[in-house]
T-cell receptor, first 107, second 116 residues
Framework: GEDVEQSLFLSVREGDSSVINCTYTDSSSTYLYWYKQEPGAGLQLLTYIFSNMDMKQDQRLTVLLNKKDKHLSLRIADTQTGDSAIYFCASPNDMRFGAGTRLTVKP | EAGVAQSPRYKIIEKRQSVAFWCNPISGHATLYWYQQILGQGPKLLIQFQNNGVVDDSQLPKDRFSAERLKGVDSTLKIQPAKLEDSAVYLC??????????????FGPGTRLTVL
């Protein structure tokens, strides 16, 4: 099957920007998604981007899509302690998720 | 609007025992999904229902896992017999009628299964 890969850990200081990266292999996806999972909770859709877009901004979140390199990134501006969670990128074509990036925000 | 409900939240069993999980999707949602999330990994789709019919069960280990969605509403996922490697969080999700794609899925809190 197709793969979605992410780095596993990211640690930043409160107020800094966080950038979470993802690479995927399925070029036929219409959308690509970012989900957030807090401890003991189910997944929550954070944002998504259509495959014909390069960038999408939603308040503190910026999604960048490089279709040529099959690279997706999520930037969180002014990261807060409440942003500490695991972030998953996902490709919908076969409901495939990455392994998740654990973001730790230090005060 | 009530979210996706799952029970139990936690279950501990010994290997070779049987276990069942229950999911109540959001009212009116036609599509229901079961995922397995092993510690340190992303969710893996086990089975997808559209109403009470199976759309995709290609990754369901059918020798030990079974799922049903009677009357197209609630669903149960059963493991019989359980193995140590089945220890995971089992997530249920639902999505509205006529839609597809991950972004329309609403996830429940999951059932954490520990097999000893």
């Amino acid at each position: 099957g197709e793969d979605v890969e992410q780095s596993l850990f990211l640690s930043v200081r409160e107020g800094d920007s966080s950038v979470i990266n993802c690479t995927y292999t399925d070029s036929s996806s219409t959308y690509l998604y970012w989900y957030k999972q807090e401890p003991g909770a189910g997944l929550q859709l954070l944002t998504y981007i259509f495959s014909n877009m390069d960038m999408k901004q939603d308040q503190r979140l910026t999604v960048l899509l490089n279709k040529k390199d099959k690279h997706l990134s999520l930037r969180i501006a002014d990261t807060q302690t409440g942003d500490s969670a695991i972030y998953f990128c996902a490709s919908p074509n076969d409901m495939r998720f990455g392994a998740g990036t654990r973001l730790t925000v230090k005060p | 609007e009530a979210g996706v409900a799952q029970s139990p939240r936690y279950k501990i069993i010994e290997k070779r025992q049987s276990v069942a999980f229950w999911c109540n999707p959001i009212s009116g949602h036609a599509t229901l999904y079961w995922y397995q999330q092993i510690l340190g990994q992303g969710p893996k789709l086990l089975i997808q229902f559209q109403n009470n019919g199976v759309v995709d069960d290609s990754q369901l280990p059918k020798d030990r896992f079974s799922a049903e969605r009677l009357k197209g509403v609630d669903s149960t996922l059963k493991i019989q017999p359980a193995k140590l490697e089945d220890s995971a969080v089992y997530l249920c999700a639902s999505s509205p009628t006529g839609t597809s794609g991950v972004h329309t899925q609403y996830f429940g809190p999951g059932t954490r299964l520990t097999v000893l």
